[in-house]
């Protein structure tokens, strides 16, 4: 059973700057690791672990950007 003042809050601690924060680390995060493991050239190892990593960050910048969207949506009023 929810207390009132928790359904009033978002699901991000900063509400939307903690939603813009997440949005941008993610977004560096996903970018840097796929350009760190396509000019390292160091083997395949290391190119695997990146593209890993970029497909993990890339489907947490999904969660992340949806969550924003809600996070503008409850702060206009919609």
Known sequence: ???KWMDRQGRTPGGVVGAWWNVVVCGVIAVGSLVSALTAGHGSERLFFGIGVFVITAALEVVFVRN???QMARRRGE
């Open 1 to 3: 059973m929810a207390v």
């Open 68 to 70: 924003l969207r809600q």
